[in-house]
C-alpha cells in the first residue's frame, strides 16, 4: 500500500508544477458551468414561476455548482490510459512490474482528481459572492458525512467502469471513440446536463440505482438536503454493491483479455 501512497504523492506534487496550464484548464473548464447557470437564471425570470419541476431557482444552481464540483471525483482517465497501453504494446512492460495496475492507475488519478477538486473549489470560493443569493446552504452534518462518503465511493466505482470499458481494447480496434460515446451517456444519466428529476417518474427510482447516480446527482441532492439520510444511506449501499460486480467483472474481463494479449503494439 507504501507503493501506491507515495506514487499518489509524486503525482500531486507533478500536478502543482504546471501553474499555467492550471489557471487556464480552471477557466475553460468552468465556462460550460458559468452558461449553464446564466442559461436558468434566464429561463427563470422569463418563466415568471419561482419553481420548475419542484426546483426554484437556488436549487437549480446549486445543483449545478455541486455538480461541477463533485464530477471533479469521475475516474476516467484510467480506462483511456489502459486502453492506450494495450494498443502501444505498453501493457506487456508493466504486467511485470511488481504492483496491481488497476490500484496505480486508481491512486494516480485520484491524486488528479483531488488536485482537480482544490481548483474547483478555490475558482469557486472566487464566483461564489456573484452568486449567494442564487445558492441553498442548508447542509447538515449527517449529509455532509454521507456526501463525503458518496464522493469516495465515486471515485472507485467510476475507476472500476471506465477500466472495463478501456480494456474493450483487448477486441476493439477503436475502443476510446466507444468509450468517448459512453461518456457522453454516462454524463446525462448521471444528472449532469439535466437533474434526473426532470426524466418521467417512473425512471428516476431506477436511475438512482445505476452505479452514475453516485457521481453527482445523489450527492448534489444530500447537499440540498432534498434527499433524506436514510434514503441515501440505502442507496450508498447499492452503490457499494456496485463496487464488488464491478470488481468481479474487472477480474472476468481482465483474465480474458490478457490471455488474448500480444505486446506487439499498434
Avoid at 426546483?55 to 480506462?79: C, E, H, K, N, Q
Avoid at 445558492?135 to 458525512?145: G, I, K, P, Q
Amino acid at each position: 500500500m507504501r507503493k501506491y501512497l507515495y506514487s499518489f504523492k509524486l503525482y500531486l506534487l507533478a500536478s502543482l508544477q504546471y501553474r499555467f496550464d492550471t489557471v487556464l484548464g480552471l477557466i475553460m473548464s468552468n465556462i460550460s458551468m458559468l452558461i449553464t447557470i446564466f442559461f436558468w437564471i434566464i429561463i427563470y425570470r422569463s418563466n415568471g414561476t419561482g419553481e420548475i419541476n419542484g426546483y426554484s431557482i437556488a436549487d437549480m444552481i446549486t445543483f449545478f455548482v455541486m455538480s461541477s464540483l463533485f464530477r471533479t471525483f469521475i475516474l476516467s482517465s484510467g480506462g483511456f490510459e489502459i486502453s492506450d497501453m494495450i494498443k502501444s504494446g505498453e501493457l506487456g512492460k508493466a504486467l511485470i512490474k511488481p504492483h496491481s495496475i488497476s490500484m496505480f492507475l486508481y491512486w494516480k488519478h485520484l491524486s488528479n482528481a483531488l488536485f482537480e477538486f482544490l481548483k474547483q473549489f478555490s475558482f469557486l470560493l472566487l464566483v461564489v459572492p456573484f452568486f449567494a443569493r442564487y445558492l441553498t446552504w442548508d447542509l447538515s452534518v449527517s449529509s455532509a458525512v454521507l456526501v463525503i462518503i458518496y464522493l469516495v465511493t465515486a471515485t472507485v466505482i467510476s475507476h472500476l467502469l471506465w477500466l472495463l470499458l478501456g480494456m474493450m481494447a483487448f477486441w476493439l480496434e477503436q475502443a476510446q471513440a466507444v468509450m468517448w460515446s459512453f461518456a457522453v451517456i454516462l454524463n446525462f444519466l448521471s444528472g449532469m446536463f439535466i437533474p434526473l428529476d426532470f426524466f418521467p417518474r417512473w425512471s428516476v427510482r431506477v436511475l438512482e440505482l445505476m452505479p452514475f447516480a453516485a457521481f453527482s446527482y445523489i450527492p448534489a441532492k444530500l447537499y440540498m438536503n432534498q434527499l433524506s439520510v436514510a434514503e441515501g444511506a440505502y442507496l450508498l449501499m447499492v452503490h457499494i454493491l456496485w463496487i464488488f460486480v464491478l470488481m468481479a467483472l474487472n477480474q472476468m474481463v481482465w483474465r480474458a483479455g490478457t490471455k488474448k494479449y500480444s505486446a506487439v503494439g499498434g
